[in-house]
């Protein structure tokens, strides 16, 4: 939810994108087909490029040969912009739970990990504000 709000709050900005990896790997597939909106390039530019990529549910995608591939690509690349770009990652898992390449990069001197404590904000009933 933060990530979403955070992404939805910059894209005024410039290109922001907000997806699950499995959203994001089934984008790519798809842009394989004859009829697709719009072309591998074109869809894989468009996350690679964008200013703020924002990538929920980090350890929930099946990691099958080509989605690591592609995932470790973008990750990579991502890394590799340094300043120019902002990439956020949100998971329930602790880093051990990660591959190796995304923690290495996850634990260099230019990137900020913050852990939030405290329930699943999904299961837990929000009131709506008081009325003033």
């Known amino acids: 939810m933060i990530i979403d709000r955070f992404a939805r709050e910059v894209d005024s900005h410039g290109i922001s994108v907000y997806m699950t990896p ?36 980090l350890d929930r995608w099946n990691p099958m040969a080509w989605a ?5 690509d973008l990750i990579d690349n991502r890394y590799r912009e340094g300043k120019s770009v902002l990439t956020t990652f949100a998971c329930n898992a602790r880093l051990e739970g990660l591959p190796g390449y995304l923690t290495s ?3 260099d001197y230019r990137c900020a990990m913050f852990t939030l404590e405290g329930p699943d904000q999904r299961r837990v009933s929000l009131k ?3 009325s003033v």
């Open 68 to 72: 690591q591939e592609k995932f470790f």
């Open 22 to 57: 499995a959203g994001l790997l089934s984008h790519l597939r798809a842009a394989y087909a004859p009829d697709a909106p719009s072309s591998f390039d074109e869809t894989w530019d468009r996350v690679t490029r964008a200013r703020i990529l924002a990538l929920d549910e």
């Open 128 to 130: 709506p504000p008081d």
């Open 105 to 107: 990069r996850m634990a």
